[in-house]
Each structure stands twice: as structure tokens, then as C-alpha cells.
């Protein structure tokens, strides 16, 4: 399967520090998107690194992409309150495929 | 972009009884998606909805089990059958507008069922 697996599942920090989520994958891919999911509703796609880039920026958010060790990561810079949810890692196998959903990483930003 | 809204974000159903799902989008779109993301766990896709045919099912679901409808391009149901603890999930749909990739999806808000 080429679904995604985060780590940490779970993460504790302090306002203002800066979060990291890992995603490993095991096929190769079009592309990988990070998803946001408050209190277990709709998600809220926040970027897409296609499988030609290595990194991309959008406000606080950096996401880096390794194809040659498959794995991507998140970094969410000077943390709110506001970014505690779950962060998901999806794969994308080619254009028009299926998004495959990783596990998450439960992110908890502590006043 | 694309406003997608299901109707009641939350429900309480007795196990035996069927729960139908609404998804409704504020334009037309090409594909959409139902997903269930049991708890604590991650969204699996169910079917992809078709206008004016059968869903695509996924492996490991069936349309006795959950039906789904897609009677035009902004609306589709997904009806969850015969109910049993073990679908107390929730249950999302998503959409892909005209001329994108089906990897680019808008999910709506979701809708949590707890069977009881």
C-alpha cells in the first residue's frame, strides 16, 4: 500500500515554538498534500508538494519533500493556539488516482 | 474553490435503522467522494459518486451497505444501512471541480454518526 504514516502520532509544545510532523510513504507519487483537521471535522487542504520539488512555503507552514527516502515533512513555525488538530500526510500514485490518506499526527499547542 | 455543505454535522441512529447523508455543493463539479474515517483513524474512501450511473465502489464496501445517489452535477447521498456500533464514524464527502485533477478535493464540514 502507499498509504502515508505520520509521526508523531501525537505532539505537545509550548505557543510559539515550532511543530515538525514527519510522513513516510512507500510508493513512488505524483504528488503529497498536508491536510488539516480540527476537532474531527471537514478537512482543510493546506499545500501541495509535487514530486518534482523539494520544498514549498505557504505563510507559517514549510513542507519538504525527499523521493529518494519517500518521506515529506511539516513544519509549522511560531505555533498557535489555533493549529492544535490533526495533521494528515495524503499520496497521490498519478494524475488522476486515488488520494491515500495517512494516519495523522494529533498536534496539541499548549498555552 | 467550491462550498460544499452535508446536512446535519451530527447524528444519533439505533443499530438496525438507516442513516442518509446529504452532500450539497454551491457549483457544479465533475467527481465526488464519499469517505469514513472511523475513530481515531484516517478517511478511507468509500465511492466515487457518478452523475447518472452506479458509484464506484472501493474494495471492502458494498452498495447494499451504503448506497449512494448522485442525481445531478451539486448533489449526491450516502446512505449507511442496517446500522451497527461498528459505523459510528465520520462520514465526509468531498469534490473535485471541473478541469482539475481528482487529487484536487474540497471536503465538506463531515457528519459524525454514533450508532447506539
Known amino acids: 500500500s502507499q498509504q502515508g504514516e505520520e509521526d508523531p502520532q501525537a505532539l505537545s509544545i509550548q505557543e510559539g515554538e515550532n511543530a515538525t510532523m514527519n510522513c513516510s510513504y512507500k510508493?513512488?507519487?505524483?504528488?503529497l498534500q498536508w491536510y488539516r483537521q480540527n476537532s474531527g471535522r471537514g478537512l482543510v487542504h493546506l499545500i501541495l508538494?509535487?514530486?518534482?520539488?523539494r520544498e514549498k512555503h505557504s505563510g507559517r507552514l514549510r513542507v519538504t519533500l525527499d523521493t529518494s527516502k519517500k518521506s515529506s515533512s511539516l513544519l509549522i513555525t511560531a505555533s498557535r493556539a489555533a493549529d492544535t488538530a490533526s495533521y494528515f500526510c495524503?499520496?497521490?500514485?498519478?494524475?488522476?488516482?486515488?488520494?491515500?490518506f495517512g494516519k495523522g499526527t494529533r498536534l496539541h499547542i499548549l498555552p | 474553490s467550491a462550498v460544499i455543505s452535508q446536512k446535519s454535522s451530527r447524528d444519533i441512529c439505533q443499530r438496525g435503522t438507516s442513516l442518509t447523508i446529504q452532500c450539497q455543493v454551491d457549483?457544479?463539479?465533475?467527481?465526488m467522494f464519499w469517505y469514513r474515517q472511523q475513530p481515531g483513524q484516517s478517511l478511507t474512501l468509500i465511492a466515487t459518486?457518478?452523475?447518472?450511473?452506479?458509484?464506484?465502489?472501493e474494495s471492502g464496501f458494498v452498495i447494499d451497505k451504503f448506497p449512494i445517489s448522485r442525481p445531478n452535477l451539486t448533489f449526491s447521498t450516502l446512505t449507511v444501512s442496517n446500522l451497527s456500533p461498528e459505523d459510528s464514524s465520520i462520514y465526509l464527502c468531498?469534490?473535485?471541480?471541473?478541469?482539475?485533477?481528482?487529487?484536487?478535493?474540497?471536503f465538506g464540514p463531515g457528519t459524525r454518526l454514533t450508532v447506539t
Open positions: 468531498s469534490v473535485t471541480p471541473p478541469d482539475l485533477p481528482t487529487y484536487e478535493q474540497y
Open positions: 510508493t513512488s507519487i505524483n504528488n
Open positions: 508538494i509535487r514530486s518534482n520539488e
Open positions: 495524503a499520496t497521490v500514485k498519478n494524475r488522476d488516482d486515488k488520494i491515500i
Open positions: 457549483s457544479q463539479v465533475t467527481m
Open positions: 459518486a457518478n452523475q447518472g450511473s452506479e458509484a464506484t465502489y
